[in-house]
């Protein structure tokens, strides 16, 4: 099993930054991929971006291209996402999920950790 833990929600102003972190633990050797979801009121759940864990190759979702940015730090199991020029639209719970090879599917995910922009 992998375990994820999500921090660094909170709220802020239009414009604003936030830098979410996840930390993973348990088979932590098996992950190939490590990504961010999230979820705003009254939507489905979407993809906000993803990183190779051995590469760094990194995806972005359209919405968020120039002004979020996926790191990991491999040495401590960690997953990042610094948000800038924040919007209301980005107000949703951030999920942190891992998958374990090509094809394997989304099937880790951390509790949530919840972002609120304000106007």
């Known amino acids: 099993q992998v375990q994820l833990a999500e921090s660094g929600g909170g709220l802020v102003q239009t414009g604003g930054s936030l830098r979410l972190s996840c930390a993973a633990s348990?088979?932590?050797?098996?992950?190939?991929?490590m990504g961010w979801f999230r979820q705003g009121p009254g939507k489905e759940r979407e993809f906000v971006a993803s990183?190779?864990?051995?590469?760094?190759?990194?995806y972005y979702a359209d919405s968020v291209k120039g002004r979020f940015t996926i790191s990991r730090d491999n040495a401590k199991n960690s997953l990042y996402l610094q948000m800038n020029s924040l919007k209301p639209e980005d107000t949703a719970v951030y999920y942190c999920a891992a998958r374990l090879g090509p094809g394997g599917g989304w099937s880790y995910w951390g509790q949530g950790t919840q972002v609120t922009v304000s106007a």
């Open positions: 990183i190779a864990w051995s590469s760094g190759n990194k």
């Open positions: 348990g088979r932590t050797f098996s992950i190939n991929f």
